[in-house]
């Protein structure tokens, strides 16, 4: 049972299917590509990662505007702090200057 969430649930489903890592033919390119099979898992795993902290969020801000937040509240809590992580991580200072770090001086 969805809990009354059929169609927030289906679309954090949909979500999910179109970030996970894709089909076996892909993962054999990807191997190939990297050519190294700890890279390879580990692509594999952080889109797998990836696909289901976006879902998480989608269903739990969803939760936010059906207006089951008493039943979600620790799930909310997590999607907030993992949009907020990912907000950081798309708007933080860039360290590299063509391709060298810069030195902070003080």
């Given at each position: 049972s969805s809990g009354g969430h059929g169609a927030l649930a289906?679309?954090?489903y949909l979500v999910f299917n179109l970030l996970?890592?894709?089909c076996f033919a892909a993962i054999g390119a990807i191997k190939r590509e990297m050519n190294n099979a700890k890279w390879t898992w580990f692509a594999i795993?952080?889109?797998c990662g990836f696909a289901y902290i976006?879902?998480?969020?989608v269903f739990q801000i969803g939760?936010?505007?059906?207006g089951d937040i008493a039943s979600h509240i620790?799930?909310?809590?997590a999607a907030i702090a993992a949009l907020g992580c990912i907000c950081y991580m798309l708007l933080r200072k860039n360290?590299?200057?063509?391709?060298?770090?810069?030195e902070n001086r003080k």
């Open positions: 289906g679309y954090s996970c890592a894709p795993g952080y889109q976006i879902s998480l969020i939760c936010l505007f059906t620790i799930g909310i809590i360290k590299y200057n063509e391709n060298h770090l810069i």
